[in-house]
């Protein structure tokens, strides 16, 4: 039977991409051999890697801007402490949106004075903050494009000329953004991109080196910009794998052919949502994530009906994030519209039989 995969990570990934990748683990490139079990200095494993760190700064059309892209291990999570190993020399601030904005901020504070410029915890992180002024004396801000358990997304990132430093490990390539606003960008594969194990780090060059701490070499990211990503043996299947996705998003149309299909996506589930009184969505109408939908029923004692419905209807992966509970449904890029509609019509059906 068919699987709807709303997984919020690792979630989906396209067939295709699947299917190219399970062929590789045997004979990768004709050679005979498999893709984990070659050099990854090996000519044909070096073109992966050129072609990823390639496709994922055109992709964010940052190509000869001055950025290099990296593919590194330690996940979303190591990226909150190396941004402020490699940046923070005195004072940064951080948009708190959440769960993993505080992570964020804690391990920042390991490397100097971290301010929260605003915080959406006083409602449960059910919304983005607006309006708020970016202090000047930041050695750089901090924001969660898009914050995955809470179903919120920035709409509108703040006009400021201190360096922006985004965490977009579950928007990343799924709309069109000026992606030049940021100084860098990091994202963990397994939410928009690849398998876990890998980590895309996009970060412009001229930021670096201005801390006056040193640095381990694993935690450097000039070591490794000049080491192409091969400072030590990179996680060569999470990397083939995202180049892969990174292809098959190209052959679509790119990020603005994605993005409108996600658009499609969001507005059936949100109307859904909001037209069906036995539903409720968590997050502020104004800043609901495209790719998260959170809601919860208004009627709990339809629970278990709407839960074995979804089973029935091959549906995976909507349990909401423990520290928030109800649902969610992640509509990340390579879930389809019809995947989507197979949801809707679930909850519409529950609507009509209660
Ligand atoms: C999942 C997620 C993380 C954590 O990623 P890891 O790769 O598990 O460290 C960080 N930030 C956001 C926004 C996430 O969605």
């Not at 004075?113 to 903050?129: A, L």
């Not at 996680?235 to 990174?246: E, R």
């Amino acid at each position: 039977m068919k699987k709807h995969n709303f997984s919020a990570g690792p979630c989906i990934l396209p067939k295709e991409v699947l299917q190219k990748a399970s062929e590789a683990v045997i004979n990768f490139n004709d050679s005979g051999l498999s893709l984990i079990e070659i050099s990854h200095r090996s000519k044909d494993f070096v073109d992966v890697m050129d072609t990823a760190q390639s496709l994922a700064l055109e992709l964010l059309g940052l190509k000869d801007k001055g950025y290099k892209a990296l593919f590194l291990q330690g996940g979303a999570s190591m990226q909150f402490l190396m941004t402020a190993y490699n940046l923070l020399e005195s004072k940064a601030g951080y948009l708190n949106t959440g769960t993993w904005s505080d992570k964020a901020i804690k391990e920042a504070k390991f490397f100097g004075e971290v301010v929260e410029v605003r915080s959406s915890k006083d409602k449960d992180f059910n919304y983005i903050p607006k309006n708020y002024m970016v202090p000047s004396d930041l050695d750089y801000f901090h924001l969660t494009s898009n914050n995955t358990i809470f179903g919120t997304q920035v709409k509108e990132f703040p006009k400021t000329k201190i360096p922006m430093v985004c965490d977009m490990s579950s928007d990343i390539f799924s709309r069109v953004l000026d992606f030049s606003q940021f100084d860098l960008i990091y994202a963990g594969a397994q939410k928009n991109m690849g398998p876990a194990g890998a980590t895309l780090v996009v970060v412009k060059e001229d930021i670096l080196g201005k801390v006056s701490r040193q640095i381990p070499s694993m935690l450097d990211y000039k070591v490794h910009i000049s080491k192409e990503s091969m400072f030590n043996t990179p996680p060569v299947f999470a990397v083939y794998v995202s180049m892969l996705t990174l292809q098959w998003l190209k052959n679509l149309g790119g990020v603005k052919a994605i993005e409108e299909i996600n658009n499609k996506k969001a507005q059936l589930l949100y109307s859904e949502i909001d037209l069906n009184p036995l539903f409720k969505g968590y997050a502020e109408k104004a800043d609901r994530s495209l790719m998260n939908a959170t809601f919860t029923l208004t009627d709990e004692s339809l629970k278990n009906s709407f839960e074995a419905m979804c089973k029935e209807a091959g549906i995976n992966g909507i349990n909401g994030h423990r520290s928030v509970g109800g649902y969610r449904a992640s509509m990340y890029n390579a879930l389809s519209l019809d995947s989507v509609g197979v949801l809707v019509d679930v909850m519409s059906d529950l609507e009509r039989n209660a």
